[in-house]
């Protein structure tokens, strides 16, 4: 936990606007829907388990050995691709293919070594130009286009059935904002693809929020007053896609389908952002979304994934 202090210390010397904006609709999520978050988050845990991101991995089936994610060993996802510590940004994660439920996965790493998070903190701004005055955060967007050509190849290779399976991406924290742009650009390029985004950061200004909106299909899932999704500040003109899928209950329970809410709109200080400045004392509620998502995670904080 200390590793994140440095860097809430350093965003909290700088104070939040008041810029939100009233809720425009608000909404229960159903049992089924509960039950596929449930499930992809599961994929989120999955993508910090050092087996799985292990390029020697590929024709492994996905596995957790802190046990977080059985839904998905259920499922004898088989991984067809994985990658780490090839890139600056140590961008890390896997490809996977789920013939029972007729997926493709692909899913990006939380924050984990010293590189990851210096892109965290490049705060500056970078043309995307998926749309007009589409600006990311450049160290997220670099996370992302670092090894872009490597996963749309593998995309690209697949045969059979398996090439039209539905396309997931899902991450957790740093792996949620690397997964909404690769959402983003690889719908630009023709993909169909469902995003499941626990614990993002702000990725983007409004214009790309509004388009990555309104491609459809986004989940962000965002829990209590987890400091995390509150980053980078608005001041800097960053925001949020839309909706926002509010977990409300606390950590370590179970979470029913009326303890998720459901905000729209890029400001909105109903959920997640109406609890307060990003605080330290917020960092155990980013851990949990719906379970404990980064149990895999290796000791440390080394300069690069250590196998």
């Avoid at 989940?219 to 209590?224: A, E, V």
Wanted: charged residues 15%; neutral net charge.
């Amino acid at each position: 936990m200390a590793r994140f202090s440095w860097l809430l210390t350093l965003c909290l010397t700088v104070a939040l606007p008041s810029q939100a904006h009233p809720s425009l609709h608000v909404r229960d999520i159903t049992a089924h829907q509960l039950s596929d978050f449930l499930f992809w988050v599961q994929y989120a845990d999955a993508a910090y388990c050092s087996t799985n991101y292990d390029p020697k991995s590929k024709g492994a089936k996905v596995r957790c050995w802190d046990q977080g994610c059985p839904l998905v060993e259920a499922s004898n996802a088989s991984i067809i691709f994985a990658f780490s510590d090839a890139t600056m940004t140590d961008t890390a994660g896997f490809v996977a293919i789920d013939h029972l439920n007729q997926r493709r996965i692909i899913a990006f790493r939380g924050s984990y070594s010293v590189r990851n998070w210096m892109s965290n903190l490049m705060f500056a701004f970078t043309d995307t130009q998926l749309c007009e005055g589409c600006f990311a955060e450049l160290g997220f967007w670099t996370s992302w286009r670092l090894v872009r050509t490597d996963l749309i190849h593998q995309l690209e290779g697949l045969q059979g059935k398996s090439r039209d399976y539905v396309l997931v991406l899902v991450g957790y924290s740093l792996g949620a904002a690397v997964a909404t742009l690769a959402a983003a650009d690889l719908r630009t390029r023709g993909y169909q693809a469902t995003l499941y985004a626990y614990a993002s950061p702000r990725v983007g200004n409004a214009a790309l929020a509004r388009y990555i909106t309104n491609q459809g299909n986004n989940y962000r899932f965002t829990h209590t007053n987890d400091p995390i999704p509150k980053l980078p500040l608005l001041i800097m003109d960053y925001v949020h896609i839309s909706p926002e899928y509010h977990i409300l209950s606390g950590d370590n329970v179970t979470v029913r389908p009326q303890d998720v809410a459901v905000y729209e709109g890029y400001v909105n200080d109903a959920g997640n952002t109406g609890t307060g400045s990003p605080s330290l004392q917020g960092l155990s509620a980013h851990k949990w979304y719906f379970q404990l998502v980064d149990g895999c995670k290796g000791k440390g904080f080394p300069w690069r994934s250590l196998m």
